[in-house]
């Protein structure tokens, strides 16, 4: 994911940072998640601007301004790994900057929450609660999720919630929080050529993502 970050830039297309994903996880001697699952074409999600997850690589050209969610991850010995950020290309506008660093800070706290005994609530309180005082809107309609001999497996872990409500968590689970956040209302809607989910009124969104696995002091972030 960092040699993917630094190969972000504008005029390269997305199509062309798939490539590179691909030769990173053959070098690593390791599997494509993404893959085929679900019939997705491609080893990792690319989400330019207003769409806010499941992007396919296509020969988009990246432009100065532009935001772009890279989400990826490999299986390793039966075992999946799950992460996304969203980097700029070039020079971004500052109020498209501030999305950005809220949502990464938002994972940061919330990350805070998960150890034994918390709750999926306790995690989406924390993250709706930090973007929404700071003017941004949670996208309600994704989630982040367990995950391990699966890509995707329970709990759902919602970006709102109320405290102490909802499943508990247990230490040894492996879980990824995945906060979504929107300049826009947060409604969303299919992109054109079914690639991925986008905004519905067109604004741009962020997405962070870490895989956790939840011991006796909290929370370890497998994907630093």
Do not use: W
């Amino acid at each position: 994911m960092k040699d993917l970050k630094k190969a972000v830039k504008p005029g390269i297309t997305t199509q062309e940072l798939n490539k590179l994903a691909e030769e990173l996880i053959f070098k690593s001697k390791t599997k494509p998640a993404f893959l085929g699952y679900n019939d997705f074409p491609a080893v990792m999600c690319t989400s330019v601007n207003e769409v806010i997850v499941h992007g396919i690589p296509s020969d988009y050209v990246l432009k100065n301004g532009d935001i772009l969610s890279l989400d990826m991850g490999v299986i390793h010995k039966g075992f999946y790994s799950d992460m996304a950020t969203t980097v700029p290309v070039g020079k971004i506008k500052p109020e498209t900057a501030r999305l950005l660093m809220i949502t990464r800070k938002s994972l940061r706290i919330a990350i805070k929450k998960v150890r034994p005994g918390n709750t999926v609530g306790d995690i989406g309180e924390t993250i709706q609660r930090y973007i929404e005082k700071r003017g941004f809107n949670i996208v309600k309609e994704l989630c982040g999720h367990g995950i391990g001999k699966n890509l995707h497996e329970d709990p759902e872990i919602l970006n709102y919630g109320k405290r102490r409500k909802g499943y508990k968590l247990k230490e040894g689970m492996v879980v990824c929080i995945e906060p979504m956040a929107v300049i826009g209302s947060g409604k969303i809607k299919k992109a054109p050529k079914n690639s991925g989910l986008q905004t519905m009124d067109g604004s741009l969104s962020a997405h962070f993502e870490h895989m956790l696995a939840i011991t006796e002091n909290g929370a370890r972030i497998l994907t630093e």
